[in-house]
Structure formats: C-alpha cells, structure tokens
C-alpha cells in the first residue's frame, strides 16, 4: 500500500460531505453512509493517513 497517493482521512471527508450534502438534498444514500462508516470505523484503529485500499487488511485480520 506504499506510496500513499490518497488517505483514509480524504476519504472520510468526501464520503461525509457526501452523506450531509444527500441528507439536505432530501436523497437516500445508503451506500454511502455505509462506506463512510467503515472508513470511520478503519481510521480509528490508527489507519487515517494511510492509504483507503489498507481497508482490505481490517478484513482480513478480522477473519483469521
């Protein structure tokens, strides 16, 4: 997942943004509620500054 070109903190802001701009909008975004939460989820386990596709190793660590 080196080098970083994107991070999990940009992510989450455009997912939330996202999310508030749909709720204002009065349209149902589930997906994306959904996608903002597990990239919440995946940033408080320390993981904000690194790249969004690390979200695969939450997966997987949860599995074994």
Do not use: I
């Amino acid at each position: 997942f080196e080098p970083v070109k994107w991070r999990v903190r940009t992510l989450l802001k455009d997912l939330d943004t996202a999310v508030q701009l749909s709720r204002e909008a009065g349209s149902a975004t589930p997906m994306t509620g959904l996608a903002a939460q597990l990239m919440r989820l995946h940033g408080s386990g320390g993981e904000l500054e690194n790249d969004p596709s690390t979200l695969v190793t939450m997966f997987r660590e949860q599995k074994q």
